[in-house]
């Protein structure tokens, strides 16, 4: 079965770190592009980063919003991809999925909560 | 980035009904357009990509059309468990962008 798990997500405040990981599993991850896509409470989805499989170079591409703050990486041993947050705003308060896909997401995870507040 | 905007942002509609979304692109991207379906506390499930392709299992009751700015999804029949909200979203560019979600709801 193909399956995505997110954990990690957490309390944080402002200007502080968090990394969120999401284990894959049933799916080559490896040649696998993967994405995070979040949720701001009541609010709609928005993309987040992707990681591109070995085969396309293992790139990582993010939105404007997060660029210089945020990191995708991948560890293919473990077929699990992080997101690691740095000097977060409570503007990033959402429940954050990882997502399998170049740029049509077909497999999500059930999401991780992240609250930054002070 | 390419804004997706989406019409209505929500709408009352009856089991039976035939219901259509819209949603718009800032810019021509031919038919590199995605349907979500989201129902509440769960992740997003795909429907349609390529702006009328039908996702393996999903119901022929969903339909989507359009291409170059102008798209819509068509649900023809509504059910019970078609009461969500959807998304579109753009995948012709690098950086993809979603519309702001049509919620569904029982009159």
């Known amino acids: 079965e193909v399956q995505l798990v997110e954990s990690g997500g957490g309390w944080v405040k402002p200007g502080g770190s968090l990394r969120l990981s999401c284990a894959a599993s049933?799916?080559?991850?490896?040649?696998?592009?993967m994405s995070w896509v979040r949720q701001a409470p009541g609010k709609g989805l928005e993309w987040v980063g992707r990681?591109?499989?070995?085969?396309?170079?293992?790139?990582?591409d993010y939105a404007a919003l997060v660029k210089g703050r945020f990191t995708i990486s991948r560890d293919d041993s473990k077929a699990t991809l992080y997101l690691e947050m740095t000097s977060l705003k409570i503007e990033d308060t959402a429940v954050y999925y990882c997502?399998?896909?170049?740029?049509?997401?077909?497999?999500w995870g059930q999401g991780t909560m992240v609250t930054v507040s002070s | 980035d390419i804004q997706m905007t989406q019409s209505p942002s929500s709408l009352s509609a009856s089991v039976g009904d035939r219901v259509t979304i819209t949603c718009r692109a800032s810019?021509?991207?031919?038919?590199?357009l995605i349907w979500y379906q989201q129902k509440p506390g769960k992740a997003p499930k795909l429907l349609i990509y390529?702006?009328?392709t039908l996702q393996h299992g999903v119901s022929s009751r969903f339909s989507g059309s359009g291409s170059g700015t102008d798209f819509t999804l068509t649900i023809r029949s509504l059910q019970p468990e078609d009461f969500a909200t959807y998304y579109c979203?753009?995948?012709?560019?690098?950086?993809?962008?979603f519309g702001g979600g049509t919620k569904v709801d029982i009159k």
């Open positions: 990681s591109k499989g070995k085969f396309d170079g293992g790139t990582t």
């Open positions: 390529a702006a009328s």
């Open positions: 979203q753009q995948s012709y560019t690098t950086l993809l962008t």
């Open positions: 049933g799916f080559t991850f490896s040649n696998t592009w």
């Open positions: 997502t399998t896909g170049i740029d049509v997401f077909d497999i």
């Open positions: 810019q021509d991207i031919n038919n590199y």
